[in-house]
């Protein structure tokens, strides 16, 4: 016998999805990209177990959490469903987090410095298979946010490039305000592609294709942008509860 709330909540949470990737390829259109240039990730740190279960379910293999703690239980909990999901980290990592994250995890969002960089490099060699990563550039003037300064990350760059078990694939900001207006939002993911094209054009077009960038409420301004990962939590799980 079903549940009727249970494919009541499987069904919304199908047509949220629906809804998301409808909107992600109309952005595509508008920015001239192929659809399927940009990997939609659902970010499930504000809900459950049994949302991720049927986000995955659903199809949304590419799945996110801010914090390790969350991503290991959640990976456990949901390990039997099939396909596995993919499992990224888009928040701070520590240190003393390496060694349990990686693992579990497909591609680290938010490398950034250099001191977290040799922890991954020692740790992925411990392994013996390399970790993907992404690196964190604060594109604000508030020293107290996430990420490199856009001045550092030349210098990371390099460093990552240069790593024998990390596998640098691009970078990762996030606007400054979440509810700023579009085009300042815009703006800002504008200034995120222009580093990453200089580095580019410097030697690093292998290293950093991806840009992840963009969340529920400004994905599109970030898709026309060039970003090829949106991170999109609240926009996804609406009306679903927890």
């Known amino acids: ?62 799945l996110a959490e801010s914090r390790p703690q969350q991503l290991w239980e959640k990976a456990a ?16 990592l520590q240190r003393n987090k390496v060694r349990r994250t990686l693992p579990v995890v497909s591609l680290v969002h938010t490398l950034d410095s250099p001191r977290l960089l040799a922890a991954i490099e020692a740790e992925a060699a411990a392994l013996g298979r390399p970790c993907e990563v992404l690196i964190e550039v604060n594109l604000t003037t508030d020293p107290g946010r996430s990420g490199v300064s856009e001045a ?20 990762m900001g996030m606007a400054s305000h979440p509810d700023s207006a579009a085009a300042d939002a815009r703006r800002e993911f504008a200034r995120l592609r222009e580093l990453r094209d200089r580095l580019a054009a410097a030697g690093f077009a292998d290293q950093l294709r991806e840009l992840s960038m963009g969340m529920s409420g400004d994905f599109e301004e970030a898709i026309l942008e060039g970003s090829t990962m949106v991170r999109i939590g609240s926009a996804l799980v609406e009306g679903c509860g927890g």
């Not at 809804?19 to 240039?37: F, K």
């Not at 949901?78 to 928040?91: A, Q, R, S, T």
Request: hydrophobic share 45%; net charge positive.
């Open 1 to 62: 016998m079903t549940d009727p709330a249970s494919d009541a909540l499987q069904r919304r949470c199908r047509e949220n999805l629906a809804a998301i990737r409808g909107r992600v390829a109309e952005a595509c259109r508008r920015a001239g990209r192929p659809d399927g240039s940009v990997t939609l990730i659902g970010v499930t740190k504000y809900v459950g177990v049994e949302m991720t279960r049927l986000l995955l379910e659903a199809g949304c293999r590419d």
């Open 77 to 92: 909990a949901i390990g039997d469903v099939e396909p596995h999901p993919v499992w990224h980290l888009i928040g701070n």
């Open 152 to 171: 550092e990350v030349p210098g990371l760059v390099a460093a990552a490039a240069a790593a024998v078990h990390v596998r640098l694939r691009g970078l």
